[in-house]
């Protein structure tokens, strides 16, 4: 099955900097990438999806960036600010129908934004 | 507003013990998940369900069984708790395959 690794563990910035966060996969099938946002005691929340069809997608302050070729995928955040602190889940499937379709996440890394 | 819960938040149980835990979404999602969060792992899947009816092992189902009776509602159910499954349990739905899944608070679950 898929098997999704988020490196590094933990990641600290200085406020304002910008931080970056991988996620490699190990099944060439994945076409679909999310990236989770978990505050502290809260739920997780989607922040932004890629396809496979497209190499990059941007909102606002956030951006993901995917290496087929490579089979990595990665989560660029903008201009830091303190409430970016969390953890942060990347996740992949492989098919939008049947068994397939289910998410496999990452551990999570937690990143911390230093005022 | 749509919305999804969890019930309850938090609970204590002892092991051996039958736990239900309460999943409820008022979105008309068809696709329910059930996932088990613990520290170093991240989100496990646990089961999960396309439609009423439906149901679908995750990669850690061992001890665990849902059943979907209805659309809203995906109850999950520790047949005899082992201290092994405390955790913090999420609850999700989407309404198509491979986009958003919304989840709930969350249920934190001490097994002793």
């Known amino acids: 099955g898929e098997n999704v690794e988020q490196h590094p563990s933990t990641l600290s910035v200085q406020e304002g900097d910008s931080a970056v966060i991988k996620c490699t996969y190990s099944?060439?099938?994945?076409?679909?990438f999310p990236w989770y946002k978990q505050e502290l005691g809260k739920r997780p929340q989607l922040i932004i999806d890629i396809r496979s069809n497209v190499g990059e997608k941007k909102d606002q302050r956030i951006a993901v960036t995917l290496n087929k070729t490579a089979k990595h995928f990665s989560l660029h955040i903008t201009e830091t600010q303190p409430e970016d602190s969390a953890v942060y889940f990347c996740?992949?499937?492989?098919?939008?129908?049947?068994?397939?379709?289910?998410?496999?996440f990452g551990k999570g890394i937690t990143l911390s934004v230093r005022p | 507003d749509a919305e999804i819960t969890q019930s309850p938040r938090h609970k204590i149980t002892e092991t051996g013990r039958q736990v239900t835990l309460a999943c409820h979404q008022t979105w008309n999602h068809n696709n329910m998940f059930w996932y088990r969060q613990d520290l170093g792992h991240g989100l496990r899947l646990i089961h999960y369900?396309?439609?009423?009816?439906?149901?679908n092992k995750g990669e850690v189902s061992d001890g665990y069984s849902v059943s979907r009776s209805n659309t809203e509602d995906l109850p999950l159910t520790l047949e005899s708790a082992a201290s092994s499954q405390t955790s913090v349990y999420f609850c999700?739905?989407?309404?198509?395959?491979?986009?958003?899944?919304?989840f709930g608070p969350g249920t934190r679950l001490l097994v002793l």
């Open positions: 996740a992949a499937s492989r098919s939008s129908t049947g068994a397939n379709s289910k998410l496999t």
């Open positions: 099944d060439s099938a994945s076409n679909y």
């Open positions: 369900s396309y439609g009423v009816q439906d149901t």
């Open positions: 999700a739905s989407s309404r198509q395959l491979q986009e958003t899944q919304y």
